[in-house]
């Protein structure tokens, strides 16, 4: 029978919506050509099971629904559900003029005796590239656990497929139920929800609960979600991530990112660029710093032991013009690595500035104040010069460790800072454009920069001392550093006296929850 003769044979007197408790939804029809009013079920086959006292066999014959048929019934569901498919069941009943009153009345549809119709498998498979996906954020630190609507059989067989879950792990308190997740003790909740992977059968409740529970414990979590019950959880998350073809206006308002192609693959996308762009914040910063104290600590032990400074006004504001807007677009623009998603999670209270930052900053500036204090006090005799000349000398060896030490910024921990650089085209355009504009200020500029021209002889002393950043910077990466943070031993004192979060540093991994 056509679906649109099928609908207008019969008029709908009452609907109950689908819910996510229930897990189901019914209807109460009447058929016109015998004016008979029936009741129909569909939603989780266990669920519709239990309303059935009755079902129809393969021939079409109606036969009672006693322990044994329920139990061959029900490994069916499980057989279905181990396949990683979602179980439907159908179910009906005729019922009297007087009981649809009474049911109308209550705005309540029978849910008892009722006839099985059918069950119905549907594969819901996962999309290509989601267990990669699932296996990068897992090597990146990234804990996924999916909280989902489906039985536990489905549930589990679905977290198998994507990765989430192995073969021949201990299951024990890996995948549990809402209904229990929820009835869990606060305490035992804190106790177990870091081992929990797999929620089956929760409700809009018990996802908000997960993630409650999650930043108490320190963790950064981040939830996927696309439905209007997603919400709650999508608000309360730190990271609220939708789906934007599938997602409702509601899940897009709550959440902090749209995934425009509803793909869980994007996600690991998205944590790869996160950390390459706070990577390159670090790298930018660690850069800029080098740059601040050498200048500060040249021009103030100058200052006050010959009464003048080497490097001049106009000569910081280009240094902090090339520098700052040249270097900051040189060491952003760095791509994203393999070896970025192998790195443990940034804990939530880790200080930006990290003791490898520290070693590198610190070793390069004491490189640079050691060179440019000796031009000052010892140039002019050094190298037989005017004070103009090696005011000039200092300033240019000054700008050129920067230039080379932006090499080294490239690379926070590895001491090959030159892989992949070949790939990286505006990085070495940056450098040429950075070194021909020093040459135009100091041959073409002097009036305007206050600086002599120097011959080929001094340009190569000075990219001399300049080049010997990089194998200073490949010696420091060689010297351990402490875990824990430079300035906490700094504040031991002040830290003594505040609460325990904040005396010590927590390393949390991030947590991921697909919904």
């Known amino acids: 029978m056509e679906m649109e003769q099928l609908m207008q044979s019969r008029k709908i007197l009452y609907v109950e919506a689908f819910n996510s408790q229930k897990k189901r939804s019914g209807v109460i029809t009447r058929r016109k050509i015998d004016n008979t009013i029936h009741v129909h079920w569909k939603g989780a086959a266990e669920m519709i099971l239990k309303m059935c006292s009755s079902y129809y066999d393969a021939s079409g014959i109606m036969k009672d629904l006693d322990d044994g048929e329920k139990m061959k019934f ?67 630190g990234v ?110 308002e709550s959440s902090d990112v749209v995934i425009l ?54 000569q910081l504001l280009w240094v902090n013009l090339i520098m700052d807007t040249l270097g900051a677009l040189a060491l952003a623009t760095e791509k994203p690595t393999e070896e970025l998603m192998t790195k443990p999670p940034v804990g939530r209270t880790e200080p930006l500035i990290t003791n490898i930052m520290w ?47 932006e090499f080294n910024a490239r690379k926070l921990e590895k001491k090959n800072v030159f892989k992949g650089i070949h790939r990286n085209k505006l990085f070495l355009g940056i450098i040429a454009i950075t070194i021909v504009l020093q040459v135009v200020m100091v041959e073409f500029l002097k009036k305007f920069a206050g600086t002599e021209r120097l011959n080929w002889g001094q340009w190569a002393k000075c990219i001399g001392f300049g080049i010997v950043s990089w194998p200073i910077g490949w010696i420091v990466k060689w010297i351990p550093v402490p875990e824990r943070p430079f300035l906490s031993y700094l504040n031991m004192k002040k830290m003594q006296g505040l609460p325990t979060p904040f005396s010590f540093i927590l390393k949390k991994s991030p947590t991921l929850i697909g919904v």
């Open 74 to 140: 029900e490994q069916i569901i499980q057989g279905m559900a181990a396949s990683s498919l979602r179980c439907i069941a159908f179910a009906h009943k005729q019922i009297s003029e007087k009981d649809q009153e009474h049911d109308m009345e209550q705005k309540k549809i029978e849910e008892d005796g009722l006839t099985l119709l059918g069950l119905v498998g549907i594969k819901d498979p996962c999309r290509p590239g989601v267990k990669k996906a699932v296996e990068n954020c897992q090597n990146a």
């Open 143 to 252: 804990n996924i656990k999916m909280i989902t609507g489906d039985n536990v059989f489905t549930a589990k067989a679905i977290a198998i497929e994507c990765g989430i879950l192995r073969f021949g792990q201990d299951m024990s308190g890996a995948v549990v139920e809402g209904v229990e997740f929820r009835n869990y003790t606060p305490m035992e909740r804190m106790e177990k929800v870091d081992k929990i992977c797999v929620m089956a059968r929760s409700s809009p409740f018990d996802k908000l609960l997960m993630v409650e529970c999650l930043k108490q414990k320190g963790h950064v979590v981040a939830v996927t979600g696309d439905g209007t019950n997603d919400a709650p959880a999508l608000k309360e998350a730190d990271v609220g991530l939708s789906m934007g073809i599938q997602g409702t206006e509601v899940a897009k």
């Open 261 to 314: 192609d509803d793909n869980f693959a994007s996600v690991a996308t998205v944590l790869r660029w996160g950390r390459c762009v706070y990577n390159n914040i670090q790298k930018f910063i660690q850069f800029q710093l080098t740059v601040n104290v050498a200048a500060l600590v040249i021009n103030f032990v100058a200052a006050v032991s010959a009464g003048e400074v080497p490097l001049t006004a106009v």
């Open 359 to 405: 070693r590198n900053l610190l070793a390069q500036a004491l490189y640079q104040i050691i060179v440019l204090l000796t031009l000052q006090f010892k140039g002019e005799s050094i190298f037989g010069v005017t004070e103009k000349v090696n005011d000039t000398l200092i300033f240019n060896t000054f700008v050129l460790c920067q230039v080379f030490n």
